[in-house]
């Protein structure tokens, strides 16, 4: 194995375990994703928004060696300080 194959491996493991964050875009319509889909025969991942996720799910997930979805975020309720 090769120094640059096994620099790529790390990146591409580094970007498979990270969460998401608010600059992480839906590779279909730029919104915020939610759902990361590691592909098992490359190992690059897509990025999707929750609608887009849905949308794919039954033909993308069992050609992914991982399915990261944080969309139950969008259902938490946030939380107030009372300290007024």
């Known amino acids: 194995m090769g120094k640059y194959q096994r620099q ?12 998401l964050s608010t600059l992480d875009r839906c590779d ?3 919104a915020q994703a939610y759902v990361r889909a590691t592909l098992a025969s490359t190992g690059g991942s ?6 887009h996720a849905r949308e794919v799910e039954d033909k993308l ?5 991982a399915w990261l979805d ?7 309720r946030p939380s107030f300080d009372d300290e007024d």
């Open 61 to 65: 997930r069992p050609l992914s060696s």
């Open 46 to 51: 897509l990025l999707f928004c929750a609608h």
């Open 28 to 30: 279909r319509c730029g």
């Open 70 to 76: 944080e969309s139950a975020a969008l259902s938490e």
């Open 8 to 19: 790529e491996e790390a990146v591409m493991n580094a970007t498979a375990t990270r969460e």
